[in-house]
């Protein structure tokens, strides 16, 4: 499978996957990726339907950001205000769904790790 220099226009599931390592998006997509799932506890601990909203909030906000951009740049007739408000929603809806708040990511110390099998 060819491997993607953009974001495609439309979502498709696992883009984020196929986007080539190179492309200074692939780097940022990726960072973002890493924030979202650290203030979520960790990767390891987010289920299929969580990571999938993640892939969607991403995708959600590099749309909103081009659609922005085009405005700063006075491309109007690029710009939709509907579909911009529309996404801007449906982003809100899936951080709330997600959650905002920063939660502690899980780390048993070695100590704790040695005690636990003392014990068990």
Same mark, same amino acid.
């Given at each position: 499978?060819?491997?993607?220099?953009?974001?495609? /226009? !439309? @979502?498709?599931?696992?883009?984020?996957?196929? $986007?080539?390592?190179?492309?200074? #998006?692939?780097?940022?997509? !990726?960072?973002?990726? %890493?924030? #979202?799932?650290?203030?979520?506890?960790? /990767?390891?601990?987010?289920?299929?339907? %969580?990571?999938? $909203? #993640?892939? !969607?909030?991403?995708?959600? /906000?590099?749309?909103?950001?081009?659609? /922005?951009?085009?405005?700063?740049?006075? %491309?109007?007739?690029? @710009?939709?205000?509907?579909?911009?408000? %529309?996404?801007?929603?449906?982003?809100?809806?899936?951080?709330?769904? $997600?959650?905002?708040?920063? !939660?502690?990511?899980?780390?048993?110390?070695?100590?704790?790790?040695?005690?636990?099998?003392?014990?068990?």
């Amino acid at each position: 499978m060819a491997k993607l220099a953009e974001i495609p /226009e !439309r @979502f498709a599931g696992g883009y984020l996957d196929r $986007l080539d390592v190179r492309t200074a #998006i692939a780097v940022t997509m !990726r960072a973002r990726w %890493q924030q #979202i799932t650290d203030d979520l506890g960790g /990767e390891d601990h987010l289920s299929y339907a %969580q990571r999938s $909203l #993640i892939e !969607r909030a991403l995708w959600l /906000e590099h749309w909103l950001a081009v659609q /922005e951009r085009a405005l700063a740049d006075g %491309q109007y007739e690029a @710009f939709d205000a509907g579909k911009w408000t %529309q996404a801007c929603n449906s982003l809100m809806g899936i951080l709330k769904t $997600l959650g905002i708040e920063r !939660r502690q990511k899980d780390v048993t110390t070695l100590a704790q790790y040695i005690a636990g099998k003392a014990h068990g």
